[in-house]
């Protein structure tokens, strides 16, 4: 049976999202529930890679050596609650500069798609930005959730008044995950 993949956005969906970015390992925070929502549907089977546009290393505000280490602090707190993070994928870039692995463009999703042979038609993406909705869109993603946490409540103003929809609107990231679960059974 193939495995499910699971593509969430970092900031404001599994950590505190900051105005000044996350430039250092100590400033990573799970927000409440969050690293046990990774580990209970990497439990029920389900593949979680991670897609985070991070500008602050486009920017200088952070090397890609802290970049790593702070990627190895999360991937290392699921992996100690009995989960797994399969992959990390980060764009450096700044919004200006244009490239296509930004969200909301599918570089991303795509790359991972090419590494790790995923299914995108049977793939689910969740974020707090309009940009993640749009990315999942762009890359024949067919089911996204908003999670209200971060920026969702905005996100989800500036969704509707463009006529773009998310399949589902979570509270946060564990509402997502339960919504996924359940869905997932019903179709079994």
């Not at 505190?16 to 529930?33: A, M, Q, T, V």
């Not at 500036?158 to 359940?182: C, H, K, N």
Request: overall charge positive.
């Amino acid at each position: 049976m193939r495995r499910l993949v699971v593509f969430v956005d970092r900031d404001g969906v599994i950590n505190r999202n900051s105005p000044d970015y996350i430039k250092r390992p100590e400033e990573f925070e799970f927000l409440p529930g969050s690293r046990e929502a990774l580990c209970r549907l990497s439990g029920r089977g389900f593949d979680v890679i991670v897609v985070t546009n991070q500008s602050a290393l486009g920017r200088g505000l952070v090397t890609r050596e802290i970049l790593d280490g702070i990627h190895r602090r999360m991937v290392g707190a699921v992996a100690a609650g009995g989960g797994q993070i399969r992959d990390v994928f980060i764009c450096p870039h700044r919004p200006e500069d244009g490239c296509s692995c930004r969200k909301p463009a599918p570089g991303l999703l795509l790359e991972a798609q090419r590494r790790h042979r995923i299914d995108l038609s049977a793939a689910v993406m969740i974020g707090d930005s309009a940009a993640a909705v749009e990315c999942a869109r762009a890359a024949g993603v067919p089911t996204s959730v908003l999670v209200r946490t971060g920026n969702g409540e905005e996100a989800g103003r500036e969704l509707t008044s463009r006529g773009v929809f998310p399949s589902v609107i979570a509270d946060d990231l564990s509402q997502a995950v339960d919504w996924i679960i359940a869905s997932s059974e019903m179709r079994r």
